[in-house]
């Protein structure tokens, strides 16, 4: 008697149930693509409406929510599929903080863009300060994740065999 070995084709292979983290990291990875989307379209309103052609902060807002919100919440998404980076303690610090740094730093380079296109003098220092602890609550968030994957890569992956 001979037996031949199946291959699994496309339809008979199960990817596990994704899981509520998961699906939360891929609503903010949207979340995030559609501001960033909004932010441009903004941007390029109100300064075609102002025929305003100088440099300006509010572009800036369009590249942080499509580079730090879209694209590192899709990578840390894959990062959690692949290692399971909510097993480290760590991982709890990294989605408050990187949403709380990402909405504020984006949020004062919007306003301060729109100060200067305008016409108001945005000299305001708090502007600097705003966005500059934005910026800390970002670095933070990328140091707890950091962190984060060196324990997963250390402790071993609960949700690959190996």
Known sequence: MTTTATTPTAASVRLRASTALERRLGLAAGGYTGLGLLAGLFYRTLTHS?????PTTLS?????????????FLVVLALE?????????????FEPLCHAGLLITAGAL???????????????????????????????????????LRSALTNGNPTLER
Request: charged content about 10%.
């Open 50 to 54: 102002r025929d305003f052609t100088g």
């Open 60 to 72: 800036l807002g369009h590249t942080h929510f499509l580079a730090l919100g879209m694209l590192v």
């Open 81 to 93: 599929r692949l290692f399971g980076l909510s097993q480290s303690s760590w991982f709890r610090w």
């Open 110 to 148: 919007i306003v301060r863009g729109i100060l200067q296109v305008v016409a108001t003098d945005p000299t305001s220092m708090a502007f600097a300060g705003v966005a500059g602890l934005g910026h800390i609550l970002l670095t933070a968030a990328v140091l707890v994740l950091f962190l984060a």
